[in-house]
């Protein structure tokens, strides 16, 4: 008589209880559309091409978000709030934003913390522009934000925004450290709320630079040069590079006008 056969190669034969308890429990939903619909979300993914992007927008999102890298130099009294949040006793470094990097080339969050001056504003613009997209932009302080007690001075910007667009302001005079926190916070709420598909640096035509400011006997955004023609008349006056970017769209205040009037009147003293 053969031996039996080794237990390896023996046919797998259920109990013939289980087996009925597995029928009626199949019978139990086997007319439940909804029953079956949530067995097959669980064991397939079924999804829309919104619902992929939306996925795709919260690992992305996430990633940006905890990894922020702010751009290393400071203006007035407000950047010594900035060195103590990165100190150990309020640790940015908690919310991945404590590496800040010496280079714009590697940063990704500019925080303008100080009095903003007409010679300063050339240098963060040149310094906006090198930084890759996505960046964003941190206004600390009252200074910052619209020119705090010296606003309205002679060397004094009356806020950053009017060159560079800002995502936060953080106001204050200073800011404390907790202050300057919640304002990183609030930057990364707004990060999770964004969509690749929305995106300005995802968009189809690029970003142009924004032109930096010219220095003189007072301070000149190229983006505003057809309004002080169309305000001044003859700008002969102005440097030679004022001629760049002289066809692009832009706005002139009053103030602007009348202190490039003074420009040219002191030009024309000079000149005589």
Known sequence: MADAAPSQFRTPTLDPDVLESWERYVARFEGDEDFIQKQVEQSVMVTTFDRLVGMVDGVYNWGRRSSLWPLQFGLACCAIEMISTAASRFDIDRFGAGLFRPSPRQADLMIVSGTVTKKMVPQIVRLWNQMPEPRYCLSMGACATGGGPFKEGYNVVSGIDKFIPVDVYVPGCPPTPQALLHGLMTLQRKIDGQSIRE???????????????????????????????????????LPADAAVGADDAGGMTDEMAERLAVWRERAATKNA
């Open 199 to 237: 995106v300005s640096w995802y968009a189809r035509d690029p970003r142009p630079e924004v032109p930096v400011p010219i220095l003189g006997p007072d301070l000149v955004d190229l983006r505003r040069i057809p309004e002080i023609r169309a305000r001044a008349g003859d700008v002969a006056e």
